[in-house]
């Protein structure tokens, strides 16, 4: 079992930047991908980028890619998500899970990621 904590959220306007940074608390994270979700009022929860533990593979669903970086410390078991040039619509709750033996194919599911921090609210206004 995997426990995550996630931080960095806040309120900017459009066109800033924040980073947000998700904790693992696990005896390892071999054969882990760690990913990021986010959650808009009355709406499903979605895709946004994640990483493999073991080689740093990352993959972006296609409304970020360009202006988010996913990204992990090692020794801080620690991955991080910069966010840059925000809009009104990356407004949401920014989930970190964790999902075990992911696939290039299964990556991008929520139902692959078995472990899930709090959630850090992002508010950008326009």
């Known amino acids: 079992q995997v426990q995550l904590v996630e931080s960095g959220g806040g309120l900017v306007q459009a066109g800033a930047s924040l980073r947000l940074s998700c904790t693992a608390s696990a005896r390892t994270l071999s054969n882990y991908a760690l990913g990021w979700f986010r959650q808009a009022p009355g709406k499903e929860r979605q895709f946004v980028a994640a990483?493999?533990?073991?080689?740093?593979?990352?993959y972006y669903a296609d409304s970020v890619e360009g202006r988010f970086t996913i990204s992990r410390d090692s020794a801080k078991n620690t991955v991080y998500l910069q966010m840059n040039s925000l809009k009104p619509e990356d407004t949401a709750v920014y989930y970190c899970?964790?999902?075990?033996?992911?696939?290039?194919?299964?990556?991008?599911?929520?139902?692959?990621?078995?472990?899930w921090g709090q959630g850090t609210r992002v508010t950008v206004s326009s």
């Open positions: 990483i493999t533990w073991n080689f740093g593979n990352r």
């Open positions: 899970g964790a999902a075990w033996t992911a696939t290039q194919l299964s990556i991008e599911s929520h139902a692959e990621y078995k472990s």
